[in-house]
């Protein structure tokens, strides 16, 4: 994929990288190392400010867990905006709702929920191999981790809270 920008403080853009992009004529809009936002949060409010319906991140999970926490956080960032957004690698796609999801995939499948505010309420899951109806879920409980598909869709849906949703691939 070419980008239409490459945006931040560019401290981690090796040379070739960097090189084979300009020749590709993309736009470089550079930020000073020491900033208040990280890179992601940056690029985030750039997107925002396009009104999409939809934000993908990727290349934004890795070995600094401190900014995988804050580049998923970053998801509430995009909900409370209207717009949908997800994180995608190699093993995830990683959802934040408000509401409700549905996603494709197969049997057996991993699928995840991980409440993020105190009290998720009005938890429905269909699809899976362990359905709920109308639960509450709290912060901190590991119930909702690893369920799979029963068949070819799931759909999570909340009336209340916030809701991590991931996709998993062993």
């Known amino acids: 994929l070419i980008p239409d920008i490459i945006l931040g403080d ?13 020749l590709k004529n993309v736009k470089f809009i550079k930020y000073p190392e020491k ?11 750039m997107a ?19 900014h995988s926490i804050s580049n998923i956080n970053l998801l509430i960032k995009l909900l409370n905006n209207n717009i949908k957004g997800k994180i995608v690698n190699e093993y995830n796609e990683i959802y934040m709702i408000n509401d409700s999801i549905e996603l494709r995939g197969k049997p057996g499948d991993i699928l995840s929920i991980i409440p993020i505010t105190n009290t ?16 509450e879920i709290s912060f901190g ?23 991590l949703v991931i996709k998993s691939r062993d």
């Open 10 to 22: 560019l401290d981690s853009i090796n040379t070739n990288d960097k090189n084979f992009f300009l």
């Open 35 to 45: 900033k208040d936002f990280t890179d992601t949060e940056i690029a985030t409010d």
């Open 48 to 66: 925002i400010g396009m009104k999409p319906d939809l934000v993908t991140f990727i290349g934004t999970l890795g070995n600094r867990f401190d």
């Open 120 to 135: 998720v309420n009005g938890v429905t899951l269909k699809g899976l191999e362990y359905p709920l109806e109308n639960a």
């Open 141 to 163: 409980s590991s119930i909702g981790v690893s369920n799979k598909f029963s068949g070819e869709f799931a759909s999570v849906e909340i009336k209340e809270g916030l809701l």
